[in-house]
T-cell receptor, first 116, second 111 residues
């Protein structure tokens, strides 16, 4: 099946710094990728839809200036958490949907961000 | 996107069949029903998808009644490794793949 990778798998950063998380579709091209955030013992929350070659679409309540998304190619989307604060500590997961598949999405393994 | 309601948690024992029911009273004509499995600190994994009646694959079955207002994920003979959170999602193919996750069902399989 289709594989989605994320890098890094975990990261610790200091408050005020920025962190970039990469999401790659390894064996298919994805015009659309999605970014989710998940706090402990909670469900996944959709943050934004990443569109190749155009601006991302953010869900209501998600700060677009804080969570910068770039979808520069058909296999790579990046999420940059700018000026991170401890409350941004979370599990960030991306997903991608092969264009020929109806609705099935493939999720990355997630990135654990800890802001100290 | 139709809202879904699932039990927050379920307990089972190894070897038993587990049925997790999801309610989606506002499901639309174009909506499909999809189930995902998530282990701690991992991304969700696709289990099964269906539109009506019954769908079966190598890991699960999905039962959907005629009114489609609910669906039941059936896991035959669960093992300890099936301990995970199971999410039921409802949506249409023309919604650009956007998935809205509900609370999910935390299944605990005991020896």
């Amino acid at each position: 099946g289709a594989v989605v990778s994320q890098h890094p798998s975990w990261v610790i950063c200091k408050s005020g710094t920025s962190v970039k998380i990469e999401c790659r579709s390894l064996d298919f091209q994805a015009t659309t990728m999605f970014w989710y955030r998940q706090f402990p013992k909670q469900s996944l929350m959709l943050m934004a839809t990443s569109n190749e070659g155009s601006k991302a679409t953010y869900e209501q309540g998600v700060e677009k200036d804080k969570f910068l998304i770039n979808h520069a190619s058909l296999t790579l989307s990046t999420l940059t958490v700018t000026s991170a604060h401890p409350e941004d500590s979370s599990f960030y997961i991306c997903s991608a949907r092969p264009p020929e598949v109806g609705w099935e999405q493939y999720f990355g393994p997630g990135t654990r961000l800890t802001v100290t | 996107l139709a809202k879904t309601t699932q039990p927050i948690s379920m307990d089972s024992y190894e070897g038993q069949e587990v049925n997790i029911t999801c309610s989606h009273n506002n499901i639309a004509t174009n909506d499909y029903i999809t189930w995902y499995q998530q282990f701690p600190s991992q991304g969700p994994r696709f289990i099964i998808q269906g539109y009506k009646t019954k769908v079966t694959n190598e890991v699960a079955s999905l039962f959907i009644p005629a009114d489609r207002k609910s669906s039941t994920l059936s896991l035959p003979r669960v093992s300890l490794s099936d301990t995970a959170v199971y999410y039921c999602l409802v949506g249409a193919l023309n919604q650009g793949g956007k998935l809205i996750f509900g609370q999910g069902t935390e299944l605990s399989v005991k020896p």
